[in-house]
């Protein structure tokens, strides 16, 4: 048997070899056309995913402004970028405020989401009975418009903040109870009867084996549910604004409506997009962390 010779003293680790190549940008020697060329690839889409969004939005706001300047289209009807960005600076106290109600209203509804629809994933999992007495129910709220719903429930609930918080629920609330129902369903069958072999309890099952194996779908259904808890906040507060009761970017927008403040609603606009990014963004964030040392899809990102 022959033995391997070695390294010399001078010799440097493959993977020193390959940081280093990577932080100057030459390519490591003995790579074939192939390799070059995925290496190539790769570094370009590592470029490509974050410049061509930003040339994109340069693109659509200079042909806005053009289309504003070319028409000579007035403020009260579509207003230049320059002069949303100023509305948003000016009115900056009051559009934060507003922001800050609907962001409290998001956060809250996307917690209680998250609580209720795992509390009820996993009772689903211990009892087939209560799925199938409960889940068609779950449905309904998801396919029912919120905005048939918010009226009817700004009648009979008396505080502002409960009725918002309900109808962001109702919203945000199926894709966490779906998903984690899923992924507590979707247990390695293999697992499952070597964990009855070693005579595991129905809660040992749960917390060590169907959980664990659950947490990618419970975060895939927590990035979709960060959205819609958004949503679902913003229609309230529009069907609350219409009802006379003043809150959040909503109402803020609907009163610029009335006003023919057109910068101010493109501006309460702009922070409403600006919010849902930075939710989802986080959220991604928060599942990369989580899966980032075991599963698959983290592990892909990662190499």
């Keep these: 048997m022959s033995l391997a010779a070695p390294p010399s003293p001078g010799a440097r680790p493959a993977r020193e070899t390959r940081t280093a190549a990577e932080a100057t940008g030459t390519p490591p020697a003995g790579l074939d056309a192939e390799a070059l060329r995925r290496l190539r690839r790769a570094r370009f889409e590592s470029v490509a995913r974050w410049v061509l969004p930003c040339l994109t939005l340069i693109a659509a706001v200079a042909l806005w402004d053009w289309i504003v300047v070319r028409n000579e289209i007035p403020h009260f009807i579509l207003p230049r970028p320059g002069r949303v960005l100023q509305t948003l600076i000016t009115d900056w106290a009051l559009l934060f405020d507003a922001l800050l109600v609907t962001l409290q209203i998001t956060l809250m509804a996307l917690a209680v989401a998250v609580i209720g629809g795992v509390g009820l994933a996993v009772l689903f999992t211990q009892s087939r009975l209560i799925e199938m007495s409960f889940y068609p129910y779950a449905v309904i709220l998801q396919v029912t418009p919120i905005v048939a719903i918010a009226p009817l429930i700004f009648i009979y609930v008396d505080s502002r903040i409960a009725g918002l918080l309900i109808c962001a629920w109702i919203v945000a609330f199926f894709p ?128």
């Design 176 to 303: 966490v109870l779906s998903n984690t129902t899923l992924g507590l369903n979707s247990t390695d069958r293999n697992l499952r009867d070597l964990f009855q072999i070693y005579g595991a309890t129905r809660w040992q099952t749960l917390r060590y084996l169907q959980l664990p194996s659950a947490l990618p779908y419970f975060l895939g259904g927590l990035r979709i549910a960060g959205g819609l808890a958004l949503i679902g906040a913003v229609v309230a507060e529009y069907v609350a604004g219409t009802g006379g009761i003043g809150s959040g970017l909503a109402f803020r927008i609907l009163e610029a409506g009335y006003r023919l403040n057109i910068p101010r609603m493109f501006a309460a606009l702009l922070l409403i997009a600006l919010t849902g990014v930075i939710i989802f963004a986080g959220l991604s964030l928060l599942s990369h962390l989580l899966l980032r040392k075991w599963h698959e899809s983290a592990l892909k990102r990662e190499s």
